[in-house]
């Protein structure tokens, strides 16, 4: 039995490094925060949401906790889910697509937040939009409600479930159920409208919408 179990634990290792190359690198932003790197095909990710309170030049990013505040916002800010900071330690903090386009740059130096075209090199690296969110989402139910659909993370970049809050400033009862991140990419046709990818506990892919840059999302920084 305790040589079945050894064997099925390596199998699952070797399955979670099929297409993710954990790097030794770690990356520490502003506020100090630390982050652990992967590499994915031609690509080096973060493993974990940003959780920086400041911009990389050293001016902050508003805290607005108020829901009329933060929905009539066109400048960068940054939240808690709930407005509860211990979200933040787990699933890092949800940004408004003011923060990510802000020139002050909210990745540590030598990073950015990803293109909607690099976003697609990655999906596409990991099988297509269906099937890439379970390649990517933490497995198990520790974070993620169940069922959570397809997860593997066989490419280690250990997606979580950090929710979202609406463009109104509410916030949806969406932590452990939904991960929103932000591209850096504007849509064309309207000013108010930029592009993020999403995941969810009910299926495997990760999908590009066009969407509020009011909503808040999390960030997943990519290296230069």
Known sequence: MKFNLFIFTSLMITAATVFGQSLKETVTD??????HTVKIGTQVWLTENL???RYRNGKPVP????????????????CDHSNTLENSGTYGKLYNFYAVSNPGNLCPQGWHVPTDAE??????????????????????????QGPNTGATNESSFTALPGGLRNKNGS????????G???SSSEYTYD??????????????????????KAFGLSVRCMKD
């Not at 829901?67 to 009539?72: I, K, L, Q």
């Not at 916030?171 to 939904?178: A, M, P, Q």
Request: aromatic share 16%; hydrophobic share 35%; net charge negative.
């Open 51 to 53: 959780k920086t309170t």
């Open 119 to 144: 976003w697609t090199l990655l999906a596409t690296y990991l099988g297509g939009e269906n099937v890439a969110g379970g390649k990517m989402k933490e497995a198990g139910l520790i974070h993620w």
């Open 30 to 35: 502003i506020d100090g925060n630390v982050y």
């Open 171 to 178: 916030f949806y009862n969406s932590i452990g159920s939904y």
């Open 63 to 78: 805290n607005i906790t108020d829901e009329a505040e933060w929905g009539n916002l066109t400048t960068g800010a940054y």
């Open 180 to 182: 929103g991140w932000w």
């Open 191 to 212: 000013n108010k409208v930029a592009i993020l990818r999403y995941m969810g506990n009910y299926d495997a892919g990760i999908y590009s919408k066009k969407d509020a």
